[in-house]
């Protein structure tokens, strides 16, 4: 009797642990095939090749806040600046794919504000979100598609009551610069640890 009972103790234990959020979803991985870490830097970079470089802070106008963008194609392409990703789940320290994630670049800026990105108001003129830096950090999803992936902004575990219009990060172009944006074409990211 008190085997079945050990037994069936297991049983239900192993089905809490395999029916847990961060059990049932894969780690989200870096270049290299580890699991992307909280707390450590990595370049978030194009998952095709010569398109562009990594991401970055540029500037929309004159004014603050910055927007999160994208290096331009050169001969020396760069890697932008590194970012740390902070899991909204306390306690976790690996990054895993379809969880909310808060992403900062791991930089100063000149706006003497937060690099923690943040969806920004829809702008007339495109009907697109731009995703921008400073004030309060808006989490982000990370979405494997083939071994590349897929940076989207749909809030659940960060805001379970809410219902958002969800969207996918994709790559604008205005006189030249690369922007990072929702309500577009997804883009293709890696992560590279720095």
Do not use: H, K
């Not at 600046?81 to 909310?100: C, K, N, Q, Y």
């Amino acid at each position: 009797m008190l085997r079945v009972m050990r037994s069936l103790v297991t049983v239900v234990l192993l089905a809490i642990a395999i029916s847990s959020p961060a059990a049932s979803q894969n780690p989200v991985l870096d270049t290299d095939g580890n699991p992307v870490q909280s707390g450590v830097q990595y370049y978030v970079l194009p998952g095709v090749t010569d398109v562009a470089g990594g991401l970055t802070l540029v500037r929309r106008t004159d004014q603050c806040p910055l927007y999160v963008g994208q290096e331009p194609l050169a001969p020396v392409v760069s890697s932008g600046l590194p970012v740390i990703f902070t899991p909204f789940a306390t306690g976790e320290s690996i990054i895993r794919e379809g969880r909310d994630t808060g992403v900062q670049f791991d930089a100063a800026s000149v706006c003497v504000q937060s690099t923690a990105w943040r969806v920004g108001p829809e702008d007339p003129d495109t009907n697109r979100r731009f995703i921008v830096t400073g004030g309060e950090r808006g989490y982000f999803r990370i979405d494997n598609n083939g071994g590349i992936y897929n940076l989207g902004w749909c809030p659940s575990e960060s805001c379970p009551n809410c219902r958002p219009r969800c969207g996918s990060a994709g790559i604008l172009v205005q006189n030249g610069t690369r922007f990072l944006q929702l309500d577009g074409d997804a883009f293709p990211f890696v992560f590279r640890r720095a």
